[in-house]
Structure formats: structure tokens, C-alpha cells
């Protein structure tokens, strides 16, 4: 009779560990795309890559797919040199981490916004995050982004 006490004892036990791992790498994660939105901010292409897999994979919200982590730095480059863009911002909805802790989904809302004469430009939607943890540390392997809702210039084909 006691066997089942300690097993479930156990069992309860190595259930909380996991769920306060989980809610580390969570804030791990939020906390590291904290990191890569102050770097679209400050225009750092750098920076908002700092924490991505070396083949890493953005699907943009109107401009397609874009492999590898240099070619993604050169998008960030070309779109931080338009006289007019501003900046981009995700905003997590959700974060989820696998039963494994190796690897987690973000959903969230992103916004790009873009100054112009008149109105300026607004594009937004939702994106999907792609994260791994490698050799102890949070990577993004992936995002993708879709524009639900554009106005300005910037929508134009």
C-alpha cells in the first residue's frame, strides 16, 4: 500500500518540476523576443537575429520566404535602409513548450508600420515562431508571418 503512496508522491513531483521548467523557458522566450523587437526598433538586424539558427527560415507577411540567416539579415538591411519604415513589432499571444522542453510554438500579432506624406502605412496579422532549444539556449528556427490587414503604399503591388 505505501509503494503507491510514494509512486504517486512521484509522479506529482516530477509533474510540478516540469511544468516550473516549462514556465522558465516560457520567460525565456518572451524575454528573448523582447530582445529581438528592441532590435527592429532600433533598426539592428543583428540584434533581432542574435538568437536564430544558422538556417534559419522567415516567411514574410507579403514578401515570401527567405533562407538562411544571412539572406534574412539582408531583408532586415534592405527594409531598415526604406527612408520610410519604422519599425516591426510581434506581440506573443501564446507560448508553448513541448513535453521534451526541446522545443516550443509562439503564436502571436505583429505590426509593421511605415511613414509617408500623407497617412503613412499599417500592415498587420499573426505570426507562428518555430524555437529549439540547442545546447541549452532558446533559437528560432522559423517564423512565419500573414498579413491579414494593410493600408497605405505599402500594400500596393
Known amino acids: 500500500m505505501h509503494w503507491r503512496y510514494y509512486i504517486s508522491l512521484a509522479v506529482v513531483v516530477f509533474a510540478l518540476t516540469r511544468a516550473e521548467a516549462a514556465e522558465n523557458d516560457v520567460t525565456a522566450i518572451l ?10 526598433l532600433a533598426h539592428d538586424a543583428d540584434r533581432v537575429l542574435l538568437h536564430t539558427t544558422d538556417d534559419f527560415i522567415l516567411v514574410g507577411g507579403l514578401s515570401g520566404g527567405h533562407v538562411g540567416k544571412s539572406v534574412v539579415r ?7 535602409a526604406a527612408p520610410d519604415f519604422v519599425t516591426y513589432v510581434r506581440t506573443p499571444d501564446h507560448v508553448t513548450v513541448s ?17 509617408s506624406p500623407k497617412s503613412g502605412s499599417l500592415m498587420s496579422g499573426e505570426y507562428f515562431a518555430h524555437w529549439m532549444k540547442k545546447d541549452g539556449v532558446w533559437v528560432t528556427l522559423a517564423e512565419v508571418y500573414v498579413t491579414l490587414h494593410c493600408s497605405g503604399t505599402v500594400c500596393a503591388p
Not at 31 to 40: F, K, Q, T
Open 31 to 40: 524575454s528573448l523576443r523582447a530582445d529581438s523587437n528592441a532590435g527592429l
Open 74 to 80: 539582408r531583408y532586415y538591411l534592405d527594409g531598415f
Open 99 to 115: 513535453d521534451a522542453g526541446d522545443r516550443a510554438s509562439e503564436y502571436g500579432k505583429w505590426q509593421g508600420i511605415w511613414r
